[in-house]
């Protein structure tokens, strides 16, 4: 059982930065692999990035790539998604998730856990 909450949503303008964090808890947490979806008012929840159990392997969707940054730190239970340049369409609610599988799979099915998830606005 993994339990995951997300917090560093906020407003932002166009252009600027926001941070993510997961924390996690269970004792399995460090072989999970963890992903960040977000969904957008009227739209589908969709991936925007993961990353593996250690840490070595991420994936982004292409919308965010150059732009935001996956990480996770498994001494302090923790996963991140730090975001740059950010745009208007980037505004939505963002969710941690964790997949017990190894592949870092972009399909909200395969993961196992979710966390409650974090509003994050980018105005124009």
């Known amino acids: 059982q993994v339990q995951l909450v997300e917090s560093g949503g906020g407003l932002v303008q166009a252009g600027g930065s926001l941070r993510l964090s997961c924390a996690a808890s269970g004792r399995t947490y460090s072989t999970y692999t963890l992903g960040w979806f977000r969904r957008a008012s009227g739209k589908e929840r969709e991936f925007v990035a993961g990353?593996?159990?250690?840490?070595?392997?991420?994936y982004y969707t292409d919308s965010v790539k150059g732009r935001f940054t996956v990480s996770r730190d498994n001494a302090k239970n923790t996963v991140s998604l730090q975001m740059n340049s950010l745009k208007p369409e980037d505004t939505a609610v963002y969710y941690c998730?964790?997949?017990?599988?190894?592949?870092?799979?972009?399909?909200?099915?395969?993961?196992?856990?979710w966390g409650q998830g974090t509003q994050v606005t980018v105005s124009a």
């Open positions: 998730a964790a997949d017990s599988g190894t592949v870092i799979s972009s399909l909200d099915n395969d993961y196992d856990y």
């Open positions: 990353v593996n159990w250690s840490g070595s392997r991420k």
